[in-house]
C-alpha cells in the first residue's frame, strides 16, 4: 500500500504506508483533509498551507498569516494580553480558556495590530480558529473595537481576517453585545472615509457572518471557505427545501453577488496591495 507525498519540484513520491507508521517523525508529514495526500510538513509551510495536489487552504494560524501578508519587522500587535473573564459563572469556561492559551499560544481568538503590506501601512486583526472555534466573545469584540479605532485615529485601512465559528454561547448575550458593538466602530471608520477590506477564510459563520465580516467596502474570501449564518442542516429543516451541494461556500456566494472575489492565498498579499495602491491614489485626487 503507498502513498503520495508532495516534494519540493511538486512531483509525487510513493513511499510505504507502513514505512510512514514507523520510521516517520510526528509532525514532518500533514495528510490534506480534501485529497488525503501526504504532504511534507516543511513543504506545506512554504506554500502558505495550501495543498499542491488539489488547491485545498489548509488552516493558518493567526501569527503564520501575518507573516505571510505584513512586511518582515513592521508588525506591532495590539493588546496582546488582554484575556477574557467568565462574566456569567459558566461551568469549567475560565479552565478551557487557560488550556486553549496554552495550546495555542495566544491570549484569544484573535489577534490585531499594524504594519505594512508592500510599503502601505495598515490595521489587521485575524481571527484563529483554534482558540475556541474562534468564537466571539466580549474580549474578541473589543480587540477588534479598539483595532476599527487605531485604525480611524491613524487613518490608514484597516483588514479582517475572519474565521469564527459564530457567537460565544458561554458569554450568552455579551457576546452577541459585540456584533452590535464592532459594526458600530465600523459605521463610524466609513463614515469618516476609512477604508475596510474583510477577507473570510474557512469557516466563518453565525454572529461574525451577521456582522463585521459582511460590511467590508471589499469583501474577499479564500476558496472553499464556509460562510453562513445558521448551519445547512437546519435552514433544510426549516425551509424544507434541499440545498445545492456548494451552498454557503465562497464560490456559491460570489456567484450570487455576496462576495467581490474569491483569492488564492497565494495572492492574498499581491491583491491586497494593489487595492491599497488604488485607496492612495483616489486619496491624491
Do not use: W
Amino acid at each position: 500500500m503507498f502513498k503520495d507525498i508532495f516534494v519540493k519540484k511538486k512531483k509525487y513520491a510513493t513511499i510505504p504506508s507502513e514505512k510512514l507508521k514507523q520510521d516517520v517523525p510526528e509532525g514532518i508529514m500533514t495528510k490534506c483533509p480534501q485529497c488525503k495526500h501526504i504532504i511534507y510538513t516543511k513543504e506545506l509551510k512554504k506554500s502558505l498551507k495550501v495543498c499542491g495536489s488539489c488547491g485545498y487552504h489548509l488552516q493558518m494560524t493567526s501569527y503564520e498569516r501575518i507573516e505571510s501578508l505584513i512586511d518582515e519587522g513592521t508588525f506591532v500587535e495590539y493588546d496582546k494580553n488582554m484575556i477574557s473573564e467568565n462574566p456569567l459563572a459558566f461551568p469549567e469556561y475560565v479552565e478551557k480558556l487557560e488550556k486553549d492559551r496554552q495550546k495555542t499560544e495566544i491570549n484569544e481568538a484573535v489577534v490585531t495590530g499594524e504594519g505594512d503590506i508592500e510599503q502601505k501601512p495598515v490595521v489587521i486583526a485575524v481571527m484563529d480558529a483554534r482558540f475556541r472555534m474562534g468564537s466571539m466573545g466580549s474580549v474578541v469584540g473589543e480587540k477588534i473595537t479598539r483595532a476599527v479605532e487605531k485604525a480611524a485615529e491613524k487613518k490608514v485601512p484597516f483588514i479582517i481576517f475572519t474565521a469564527s465559528g459564530g457567537a460565544r454561547m458561554q458569554e450568552g448575550v455579551l457576546s452577541l453585545m459585540q456584533m452590535a458593538k464592532t459594526s458600530a466602530a465600523l459605521k463610524r471608520f466609513s463614515d469618516n472615509e476609512g477604508l475596510f477590506i474583510s477577507v473570510m477564510t474557512h469557516p466563518t459563520t453565525g454572529g461574525v457572518s451577521a456582522s463585521f465580516a459582511s460590511l467590508g467596502d471589499y469583501n474577499f474570501a479564500e476558496p472553499g471557505a464556509l460562510i453562513g449564518f445558521a448551519g445547512r442542516r437546519i435552514i433544510e429543516q426549516t425551509i424544507r427545501q434541499e440545498l445545492p451541494d456548494d451552498f454557503q461556500t465562497a464560490e456559491f456566494l460570489l456567484k450570487h453577488g455576496q462576495l467581490d472575489r474569491v483569492i488564492s492565498r497565494q495572492e492574498m498579499k499581491e491583491t491586497l496591495s494593489k487595492v491599497l495602491d488604488i485607496h492612495v491614489l483616489r486619496g491624491e485626487d
